[in-house]
Nanobody
């Protein structure tokens, strides 16, 4: 059974940092692009960041560029999202996702596997 399990969310003050982790099990994703999406209350799920299969290419949504960093460890089957300079508008449930492609995408429809999500709350 393929599973993606996120961890590392929580409550943080504006300007603070969090590091999200995503542990994959059931199969290896070393040949797959991975991504992070988020969903705020009452809003649609939106793209945050993606990383290609090797980790050599990353892409970010404009609101998080320069503040968030996505990375992966293919030996451990893990993906990470380092979030710095957090803002209240970063609040939401953050989802880890895996694509069936080696290349990343900003479209959630390009991703096949999804975790249950981890809550991130940034207070002002």
């Amino acid at each position: 059974q393929v599973q993606l399990v996120e961890s590392g969310g929580g409550l943080v003050q504006a300007g603070g940092s969090l590091r999200l982790s995503c542990a994959a099990s059931g199969r290896t994703f070393s040949s797959n692009a991975m991504g992070w999406f988020r969903q705020a209350p009452g809003k649609e799920r939106e793209f945050v960041a993606t990383i290609n299969w090797s980790g050599g290419s990353t892409y970010y949504a404009d609101p998080v560029k320069g503040r968030f960093t996505i990375s992966r460890d293919n030996v451990k089957n893990m993906v990470y999202l380092q979030m710095n300079s957090l803002k209240p508008e970063d609040t939401g449930v953050y989802y880890c996702t895996a694509s069936n492609s080696r290349l990343g995408s900003t479209s959630l429809y390009e991703y096949t596997y999804w975790g249950q999500g981890t809550q991130v709350t940034v207070s002002s």
